[in-house]
């Protein structure tokens, strides 16, 4: 199967079957939210992937369509980071010395024009850059996860507050941005039937 | 080459080497674009491709980093729509009803629960809303890119205003979220040999 197959056969799943996915294909499909792309390469986010069933069935009451959490494989919740502090950004450097080998004094004109843009901008902005640096992670999963043959729902539909008193987040400076249920399509979710629904080429490019 | 291995292989490109990505090639990875998950099926956003040579020369003052703008082969700029209105709504509406063939009256029930979603949502949520599905079709044609052996540079650094006075975008209903250059990657190009640097597993995942 060609990704272009993979990712027309891709719907949000409404029911999965219950079954679970081999952890090797898990690993997979993290690895590919671990690869994303972002912005300055700060990842400001961390993936929570729930797979006790004890803990989906307590998030239930957090969705307002919970079928997908109720039958799902695993759960898997993208969580945003609300600030980039000083600490975080030597953090980030002091990784990269030692991952390329590079004495850290030799990356401070990289560190410093960092932290300079970052400090540049206001809470808002930093906050809804590191979303969307999140959504790259989201969509890598269940791209990895088309390609694997697995089942995906991305999920917005959440009570803000209960899915992070329930997974303990401190929402001072995290906020779950979007979660991800992966699985297998359950054979009574009659929406695979459906075709599928994209705008047509001449109302979503335009070449220039 | 698997997708791990391709996204592996895939690293922000500074510099590309003026080579003009194949037709057909282009065509797939901007299928990937279109095929898309959106919340709700909405895609607030078009997709300009821009390949003239006389264009990219054009946008070169509104890159902070134009390094990628004049040797990508072409650059992709994502515009994401700041406002949802009925007409909008209406327009997917009808869309639906034609590739479905399901009689429009029978989409009332979802069309309403959709109208009064975004309804409820201030101007601020429905723009930053539609910028994160726009980070998803920026990380699909990346994705796509990274399978067809091409090399990509996602770029945010760019002069807002100047960039949609030369696109010549309607600022009071869309905005230039992000843009993303194709091409293949310059010999020159120092960072391809630099290693991945990723958060390691246990800063970024947790399992519960």
Redesign the interface.
């Known amino acids: 199967m060609n990704?272009?197959e993979a990712?027309?056969r891709?719907y949000?799943v409404k029911k999965f079957n219950h079954q679970l996915i081999p952890q090797e294909t898990l690993h997979?499909i993290?690895?590919?939210g671990?690869?994303?792309?972002s912005?300055l390469?700060l990842?400001p986010y961390?993936?929570?992937?729930?797979?006790?069933e004890e803990?989906k069935h307590k998030l239930i009451p957090a969705f307002y369509n919970p079928s997908q959490i109720s039958t799902c494989s695993h759960l898997i919740v993208i969580i945003s980071k609300k600030t980039i502090d000083e600490n975080y950004i030597r953090g980030y450097f002091s990784?990269?010395s030692e991952?390329?080998d590079i004495p850290i004094e030799k990356l401070d004109l990289f560190k410093n024009s960092i932290s300079q843009h970052i400090t540049q901008k206001t809470h808002d902005e930093i906050f809804?850059?590191a979303?969307?640096?999140s959504?790259?992670v989201?969509?890598?999963l269940?791209?990895?996860a088309a390609?694997e043959n697995i089942d995906t729902c991305?999920m917005?539909g959440f009570r803000q507050d209960l899915i992070e008193e329930i997974?303990d987040i401190n929402s001072e400076t995290e906020k779950v941005t979007?979660t991800l249920a992966l699985g297998y399509r359950s054979e009574e979710d009659h929406f695979q039937h459906?075709?599928?629904?994209?705008?047509?080429?001449e109302?979503?490019?335009?070449?220039?």
Chains 1, 2 share one sequence.
């Open positions: 990704y272009l990712l027309s891709r949000s997979n993290l690895e590919s671990k690869l994303s792309a912005s390469g990842q961390k993936i929570l992937v729930v797979e006790s803990m990784h990269i991952v390329r809804n850059w979303e969307k640096q959504y790259i989201l969509a890598n269940m791209y990895a390609i991305p917005e997974l979007v459906m075709k599928k629904v994209r705008k047509p080429n109302k979503l490019f335009k070449f220039i």
